[in-house]
Each structure stands twice: as C-alpha cells, then as structure tokens.
C-alpha cells in the first residue's frame, strides 16, 4: 500500500536511491578495482602452479630415469614453493574431505585453465585464521595443490560491512532529520487549514523553508485574511439586516396588538407569521454566527444531559423555563412522553463551548419529540478516547436516500417526518459539532426510529493549548 505521506515517501524515495547507489558503488569496486586485481592474482597464482607443475615433472623424469634419491637435483625453486607456502597433498585422506567440502569458485578455474593450458578446479575453504586455496590439476591427477592465503582473513569484510552499514544509518537519519524539517512548515499549513476549516482563522503563519513553501504560506496567509474579512463582513451584514428587518416587525406587530377586538382573528394570524419571522432570522443568526473559541472550556455531557433532563420534567408539570429552543416545542403536548435518559458513570469531559452543545442537543431533543411518538431516549458513553451521545426517537425515521441531504440547508428531510421549520436545524447543528472537530451520524433504528450520534474527543490539556495559539 502506497503511503500519502509526504515525508513518508520522500524517506522511501531516499532509502531506495542510497540502495541504488551502494549497489551501483559495488558495482564499479567490483568491475573496476576488485576484478582486475583478482585477475593479477590468478596470473601470479598461475605462475605457481606453474613451477610446481614442472618441479612435479622433473621428479617423476628422475624417477623414470632410475636415479637414486641422493643424486636428484634441488633447485632454488623447491625452496621457493616452500617459501610461498605452497605444498602438495595426495588426493585422499582429510586432504580430499576438505577439497570436497569447500566453496568451488568458476571464475578462478576457468583463469587458472586458461593461464596454465590445462584444466583445473579451484575451490576456496577457511580454517580458524584465514582462508585457504586448493588446486586439482588434470596433470596431477592424484595430487592436490594447498595455498593458504595468509593476507585475507575472516575479519578482512567486517570493516566494510561496518562501515557501509554506518554510512547507510547515518544518511538516512540525516535524510530523515532533513526532509522533517524541510516539511515542518507543511505541517502548519496543514493544522491552520484545519483550523480555518473548522471557522478559526488563526494567527499569520511564519515564512519559512524553501522558496515554493514561502510562496504557499504566503497564499494561505493572504486568503486566511482574505476569509477573515469576509467574515467580519457578513457578521456587520448579517447584523445590520437583523435590526433593519426586526425593527419593522416589531412596529408591524405593535401595530397589530392595538388593532380592535373584531380583528382579533387577523391579528392573532399576523402576530404568529411575525413570531415565525423572527424564528426564521434567529436562525439565519445561528446557522451563519460561528463558536467564539474563547469560550471553549472542559464540559462533562453527562451534567448537560443532567440539566435537560431537568428542563424536560419542569415543562412535563406544566412549568416553564428561560430557554427559547426548548420553550418552542416543549411547551405543548410533552405531558404523555416518556424521557429514558441513560448516562455512562465517570463520563470523561470535552473541550467545547456550553452554549452551542446545549443548544445543538436541545434542537436534537426537538427534533425528536416532533417527528416522534411519545417517546425519547437519550445515552452517553465513551471509548477508545471518544465521548458520544445518542438522541433516539420511535417515529418513522428517514430513507437512507435522505439521511446525509437532512444536514444541507434548508432541506426538512423526508417527508415521512414531516415538512416544519426552516430547515436550518440539522445544518446549524452539524456547523456547531465541526467547529468542535466532532462527527455526528444519523441511523435508523431497529426498533422504529431515528438515532443521532454525536462523538467528541476526550478532553487533554493538548486542546487548549492548541485553541490558546489560534486566538
């Protein structure tokens, strides 16, 4: 599987051009300084074999011609082989086990042949301090030839293993240490454009790294000022036509409460549509209003689940509370619901804001009493350093069709749940759960029904450090 990560594939790129250039390395010490003086070596073997080829021929002439042992010559180069180290073994015994048992070596045999003019057979064995070489000449066929190779021993490859292997570790520490810090930068990027994502414009990113790392972080600097504008903008926008639109409805309204009892009717009709206008822009407000990360503080669900719990008994017995989501819908026909709250005990905290939690699971518990059928049901719990809560209800749920459409602007859902509001909820909900870089997920529930998951992150000390350097 390919890795997408940048630093990720720039160190495999690495590794396998450093491989690539080790090999191409021993390559060229092989063909370029290793061959050739092996090829010298053989040459200067070769001559050995040589003397002892013709000072095995002089024996066995002496031999033939009958003269006595005493009388037989003995030139310098016998004691030159003795010299050399080169002796001669019959071919049997523990001569021959050890010739059988070593390594053949084909490019020496076919040198060796081609230098004395008779086929030979070179194999290569090692005792406990150094390698040895042994010969089998067609021209001494019950003889084999033993040449210790005194200056190549076992530890003769250790050093250059060691020391390839250092070089290896060290470049692709170095390699790696490089392209780490060479990427640092993208890293930044990477986390303020989460951050902007998220509706947080954080601080002008520093320019540094290479020219086209400058060059992007100077885009993105410029476009996160770009969108932070643009914000200020819409919120002066969207306040200006908030007060510019309420003030006449409320003269409208006004205006309407004092008209005579025989229009009562007509009054009553236009004092809901202007109720119904300000719901609408209130939610305009909230859907384009992002969360002041200011406000963000370590919260328990549990206690927030706790208090609408609360909420939703004082509006069961008739009662009433400061809560303008609840008090829209929870107000009227909630007596006969049943509310099964199930809470995981030791619950961990979240880092968010109380407000918009409060009022995203208000809008959930709603949603759930109006498309329901009697009957809520809320739980909390947590695992693999994930907190969740459900908003469950027993209606008739949604087509997988529209499960994901429900989260767009101003889409009201299936039908078979109905066509109230303005179809903001569900959008201002899962703007509210982003910006708290939590996920929410909607289901059907076995049983008959809508079940709405939202997850948050376990709360560290690591949240607020990172929402202290985007204020």
Known sequence: MRSRSSITQSIIGFIALLIASQAFSYYAIFNYALLPSLKQFNRILSYEINLVTEEY???RQESELGIPESERTSPLRQALLLRLGVSVHPMAGVAEEEFQKAFYLDFMSDEITEEIGSPAEARLARDSQSYLLWIKLDVMPNWILRIPLTELTQDEFKPLFINSLLITIFF??????????QNRPLKDLESAAISVGNGVIPDPL???GTTEIRAVTKSFNKMARGIEELETDRRLMLAGVSHDIRTPLTRIRLATEMMSDQDSYLADGMIQDIEE???????FIDYLKPVDRNDFTNLNLNNMVEELEWALKIYQSGGSIEDETLDSEL???????TFDVQLQPDLPDIYASYIPIRRTLSNLIVN???YGNNWIGIKTGFLHNKVWVTIEDNGPGIDDEQMQKVFEPFTRGDTSR?????????????RIIAEHNGTIDMSN???????VRLTFDVYSKKHKNNTNRTK
């Open 57 to 59: 021929a002089r024996i």
């Open 172 to 181: 692709i520490l170095g390699g790696w240490g490089f392209i780490r810090w």
């Open 206 to 208: 520093p320019e540094n």
């Open 277 to 283: 206008c300000n719901d609408i822009i209130a939610q």
């Open 331 to 337: 107000n009227k026909d909630i007596v006969n619901y």
């Open 368 to 370: 759930s009493k109006r």
């Open 418 to 430: 109905g066509s109230e509001g303005t179809g903001l909820g569900l959008s201002i909900v899962k």
């Open 445 to 451: 529930r076995s049983e008959g029904g809508l079940m």
